[in-house]
Protein backbone atom coordinates (compact mmCIF):
# COMPACT_ATOMS: atom_id res chain seq x y z
CA UNK A 1 0.00 0.00 0.00
CA UNK A 2 1.48 3.41 -1.21
CA UNK A 3 2.31 5.96 1.43
CA UNK A 4 -0.22 8.47 -0.03
CA UNK A 5 -3.03 5.90 0.46
CA UNK A 6 -2.45 5.35 3.85
CA UNK A 7 -2.68 8.75 4.77
CA UNK A 8 -5.96 9.43 3.03
CA UNK A 9 -7.33 9.43 6.04
CA UNK A 10 -5.69 12.27 8.06
CA UNK A 11 -5.84 16.03 6.50
CA UNK A 12 -2.12 17.60 6.29
CA UNK A 13 -2.99 19.22 10.05
CA UNK A 14 -3.63 16.00 11.58
CA UNK A 15 -0.78 14.40 9.60
CA UNK A 16 1.63 17.38 11.71
CA UNK A 17 -0.07 16.80 14.45
CA UNK A 18 0.82 13.56 14.95
CA UNK A 19 4.46 13.45 13.54
CA UNK A 20 5.15 16.92 15.85
CA UNK A 21 3.33 15.91 18.82
CA UNK A 22 1.95 12.14 18.72
CA UNK A 23 -1.59 13.14 18.83
CA UNK A 24 -4.63 13.15 16.74
CA UNK A 25 -7.94 14.45 17.08
CA UNK A 26 -10.91 11.71 16.59
CA UNK A 27 -15.04 11.76 16.50
CA UNK A 28 -17.03 8.58 17.89
CA UNK A 29 -19.21 7.06 20.20
CA UNK A 30 -17.05 8.76 23.01
CA UNK A 31 -17.46 11.79 21.60
CA UNK A 32 -14.59 14.35 20.39
CA UNK A 33 -11.48 12.70 21.67
CA UNK A 34 -7.51 14.00 21.71
CA UNK A 35 -5.16 11.21 21.78
CA UNK A 36 -1.88 12.10 23.01
CA UNK A 37 0.98 9.83 23.38
CA UNK A 38 4.07 10.02 25.78
CA UNK A 39 6.74 7.66 24.06
CA UNK A 40 10.45 7.43 24.85
CA UNK A 41 11.97 9.76 26.88
CA UNK A 42 10.15 12.56 28.35
CA UNK A 43 12.68 15.43 27.17
CA UNK A 44 13.26 18.19 29.18
CA UNK A 45 15.57 21.02 29.57
CA UNK A 46 18.31 19.38 27.43
CA UNK A 47 17.92 17.75 24.27
CA UNK A 48 18.57 14.50 23.89
CA UNK A 49 20.93 12.82 21.32
CA UNK A 50 19.86 11.84 17.61
CA UNK A 51 18.01 8.88 17.26
CA UNK A 52 16.25 8.62 20.37
CA UNK A 53 12.35 8.16 20.88
CA UNK A 54 11.21 11.67 22.58
CA UNK A 55 8.35 13.74 23.90
CA UNK A 56 9.28 17.25 24.66
CA UNK A 57 6.98 19.00 27.30
CA UNK A 58 7.57 22.24 25.33
CA UNK A 59 5.22 20.76 22.85
CA UNK A 60 2.98 19.19 25.04
CA UNK A 61 2.53 22.21 27.60
CA UNK A 62 0.37 24.56 25.01
CA UNK A 63 -1.00 21.86 23.22
CA UNK A 64 -2.75 20.77 26.98
CA UNK A 65 -3.27 24.30 27.29
CA UNK A 66 -5.03 24.53 23.89
CA UNK A 67 -6.84 20.98 24.85
CA UNK A 68 -8.58 22.66 28.22
CA UNK A 69 -9.64 25.96 26.33
CA UNK A 70 -11.05 23.88 23.32
CA UNK A 71 -14.87 23.69 23.66
CA UNK A 72 -15.39 20.88 20.83
CA UNK A 73 -12.61 18.55 22.66
CA UNK A 74 -14.90 16.35 25.07
CA UNK A 75 -11.85 14.17 26.03
CA UNK A 76 -7.99 13.77 26.29
CA UNK A 77 -7.05 10.14 25.67
CA UNK A 78 -2.82 9.66 27.34
CA UNK A 79 -1.26 6.96 25.85
CA UNK A 80 2.15 6.36 27.54
CA UNK A 81 4.63 4.05 26.14
CA UNK A 82 7.77 5.77 28.26
CA UNK A 83 10.99 4.60 29.44
CA UNK A 84 10.74 7.93 31.91
CA UNK A 85 12.82 10.76 31.25
CA UNK A 86 13.47 14.31 32.80
CA UNK A 87 11.99 14.24 36.37
CA UNK A 88 10.91 18.36 36.44
CA UNK A 89 9.77 18.02 33.03
CA UNK A 90 7.59 15.20 33.61
CA UNK A 91 5.95 16.42 36.90
CA UNK A 92 5.19 19.74 35.24
CA UNK A 93 3.45 17.53 32.39
CA UNK A 94 1.67 15.32 35.23
CA UNK A 95 0.49 18.34 37.62
CA UNK A 96 -0.94 20.06 34.37
CA UNK A 97 -2.97 17.20 33.13
CA UNK A 98 -4.03 16.97 36.68
CA UNK A 99 -5.66 20.17 36.86
CA UNK A 100 -7.81 20.22 33.59
CA UNK A 101 -11.14 19.79 34.18
CA UNK A 102 -11.73 18.06 31.15
CA UNK A 103 -12.50 14.81 31.42
CA UNK A 104 -9.03 12.86 31.25
CA UNK A 105 -8.34 8.86 30.64
CA UNK A 106 -4.55 7.33 30.38
CA UNK A 107 -3.48 3.98 28.85
CA UNK A 108 -0.10 2.42 29.83
CA UNK A 109 0.99 0.33 26.87
CA UNK A 110 4.40 -1.65 26.82
CA UNK A 111 5.57 0.84 29.61
CA UNK A 112 5.07 3.90 31.87
CA UNK A 113 8.94 3.45 34.00
CA UNK A 114 10.01 6.05 36.18
CA UNK A 115 8.71 9.70 36.10
CA UNK A 116 6.03 7.56 34.07
CA UNK A 117 4.39 6.49 36.41
CA UNK A 118 2.97 10.05 38.19
CA UNK A 119 2.17 10.86 34.10
CA UNK A 120 0.03 7.77 34.38
CA UNK A 121 -1.85 8.93 37.47
CA UNK A 122 -2.50 12.50 36.66
CA UNK A 123 -5.07 11.60 34.53
CA UNK A 124 -8.94 11.09 36.30
CA UNK A 125 -9.05 7.44 34.96
CA UNK A 126 -6.04 5.02 34.66
CA UNK A 127 -5.71 2.12 33.02
CA UNK A 128 -2.79 -0.44 32.14
CA UNK A 129 -2.62 -3.46 29.95
CA UNK A 130 -1.78 -6.85 31.94
CA UNK A 131 1.63 -6.87 29.60
CA UNK A 132 2.79 -3.33 30.64
CA UNK A 133 5.35 -3.02 33.08
CA UNK A 134 6.06 -0.05 35.22
CA UNK A 135 9.39 0.68 37.01
CA UNK A 136 9.36 2.59 40.46
CA UNK A 137 12.80 3.90 42.02
CA UNK A 138 14.70 6.50 43.97
CA UNK A 139 15.61 9.83 41.95
CA UNK A 140 19.05 9.52 40.22
CA UNK A 141 21.68 11.10 39.91
CA UNK A 142 24.12 10.85 37.38
CA UNK A 143 27.71 13.25 36.85
CA UNK A 144 29.83 15.10 38.89
CA UNK A 145 27.81 16.15 42.35
CA UNK A 146 29.38 20.21 43.80
CA UNK A 147 28.10 20.27 47.34
CA UNK A 148 26.75 17.17 48.42
CA UNK A 149 24.63 17.72 51.47
CA UNK A 150 22.83 20.38 49.64
CA UNK A 151 22.27 18.08 46.20
CA UNK A 152 21.22 15.11 48.35
CA UNK A 153 18.60 17.41 49.67
CA UNK A 154 17.53 18.52 46.61
CA UNK A 155 16.83 15.07 45.94
CA UNK A 156 15.18 13.78 48.93
CA UNK A 157 12.53 16.85 47.99
CA UNK A 158 12.04 15.88 44.67
CA UNK A 159 11.89 12.39 45.30
CA UNK A 160 8.53 13.25 48.29
CA UNK A 161 7.46 15.80 45.74
CA UNK A 162 6.63 12.68 42.74
CA UNK A 163 5.46 10.22 46.44
CA UNK A 164 3.25 12.89 47.30
CA UNK A 165 1.51 12.76 43.64
CA UNK A 166 1.52 9.60 43.12
CA UNK A 167 -0.39 9.23 46.42
CA UNK A 168 -2.93 12.05 45.80
CA UNK A 169 -3.75 10.96 42.60
CA UNK A 170 -4.10 7.31 42.72
CA UNK A 171 -5.18 4.68 45.50
CA UNK A 172 -1.60 4.15 46.50
CA UNK A 173 -0.09 4.84 49.75
CA UNK A 174 3.10 6.40 50.36
CA UNK A 175 4.27 3.61 52.26
CA UNK A 176 3.99 1.21 49.86
CA UNK A 177 5.26 3.38 47.46
CA UNK A 178 8.40 4.04 49.53
CA UNK A 179 8.74 0.27 50.07
CA UNK A 180 8.47 -0.37 46.33
CA UNK A 181 11.16 2.47 45.54
CA UNK A 182 13.42 0.71 47.90
CA UNK A 183 13.49 -2.67 47.70
CA UNK A 184 16.70 -3.93 47.03
CA UNK A 185 16.72 -7.32 45.61
CA UNK A 186 14.06 -6.67 42.62
CA UNK A 187 16.60 -4.66 39.96
CA UNK A 188 20.79 -6.11 39.32
CA UNK A 189 22.27 -2.91 39.33
CA UNK A 190 19.88 -0.52 41.47
CA UNK A 191 17.30 -0.26 44.32
CA UNK A 192 13.61 -0.42 43.00
CA UNK A 193 10.88 -2.57 41.51
CA UNK A 194 9.07 -3.54 38.16
CA UNK A 195 5.71 -4.22 38.38
CA UNK A 196 3.21 -5.53 35.80
CA UNK A 197 -0.54 -4.70 35.28
CA UNK A 198 -2.23 -6.47 37.75
CA UNK A 199 0.63 -5.25 40.37
CA UNK A 200 -0.10 -2.20 39.48
CA UNK A 201 -3.88 -2.45 39.90
CA UNK A 202 -3.28 -4.56 43.32
CA UNK A 203 -0.85 -1.66 44.82
CA UNK A 204 -3.21 1.08 43.75
CA UNK A 205 -1.52 3.13 41.62
CA UNK A 206 -3.66 2.40 38.68
CA UNK A 207 -7.43 1.90 38.69
CA UNK A 208 -8.12 -0.84 36.12
CA UNK A 209 -6.23 -3.45 33.64
CA UNK A 210 -7.86 -3.13 30.69
CA UNK A 211 -6.96 -1.94 26.97
CA UNK A 212 -8.17 1.09 24.89
CA UNK A 213 -11.87 0.11 24.41
CA UNK A 214 -12.03 0.22 28.09
CA UNK A 215 -10.32 3.91 28.15
CA UNK A 216 -12.48 4.96 25.53
CA UNK A 217 -15.76 3.51 27.27
CA UNK A 218 -14.81 5.46 30.77
CA UNK A 219 -14.31 8.65 28.78
CA UNK A 220 -17.40 8.23 27.05
CA UNK A 221 -19.32 7.43 30.60
CA UNK A 222 -16.92 10.47 32.04
CA UNK A 223 -18.69 12.97 29.43
CA UNK A 224 -22.37 11.64 30.21
CA UNK A 225 -22.11 11.88 33.56
CA UNK A 226 -20.34 15.80 33.15
Known amino acids: MSENKKNDNFSGNELDAIEKNGSVVTEGESGVIHCLSIIGQVEGHYILPEGQKATKYEHLIPLLVSIEEDKAIDGLLIVLNTMGGDVEAGLALAEMIASMKKPSVSLVLGGGHSIGVPLATSAKMSFIVPSATMTIHPVRINGLVVGVPQTFHYFNEMQRRIVDFICNHS ?56
Do not use: C, F, Q
Open 171 to 226: HASPDKINELMMRPDELATDVGSIIDGDEAVKYGIIDRVGGLSDALEALRKMREDS
